[in-house]
């Protein structure tokens, strides 16, 4: 499951494919796959409600642990991590941990929603501030 989520202040930490940043929730929410209040994710998967609760109860007291993915092109954006943005949204917390992926241009995942160019710009400057990832071609 891609929800064991709890944050706090976030150190921007990098690798050889991503950086993790904190990023305003209204930005993230809008590439979502599905709203998890209202879409519960399969039975045999898990208990959304009950889920979400405790994961609530959780992200209440220790923060956001496990980062958001968010893998993008120029495209779209591809959100992992559906019931922690839910869950931030119900605390209202202003900022979510994320891992920004660069993904290839040509990726089209069924989840993926389209990008916004003012989010593209923002995504764009967060990897702006690490060079050696920025520009790197990514590989798949």
């Known amino acids: 499951m891609d929800d064991n989520g709890l944050s706090g202040d976030h150190a921007r930490t990098r690798s050889a494919d991503s950086v993790v940043v904190s990023l305003p929730t209204e930005l993230v929410v809008r590439y979502r796959a599905a709203d998890r209040e209202f879409i519960g994710a399969p039975i045999e998967v898990v208990d959304t409600p009950a889920h979400l609760d405790a ?32 869950v931030a949204l ?31 710009t923002v995504l764009i400057a967060a990897f702006g501030e690490v060079p050696e990832i920025a520009d790197r071609p990514t590989e798949r």
């Open 55 to 86: 994961l609530t109860a959780s992200v209440r007291e220790h923060g956001i642990l496990v980062p958001l993915r968010l893998g993008f092109n120029t495209c779209f954006g591809f959100l992992d991590g559906n019931h922690r943005i839910a």
């Open 90 to 120: 119900r605390l209202g917390l202003p900022e979510v941990p994320v891992e920004l992926v660069k993904e290839p241009a040509d990726l089209r995942k069924d989840h993926g929603r389209p990008m916004r160019p003012e989010d593209l």
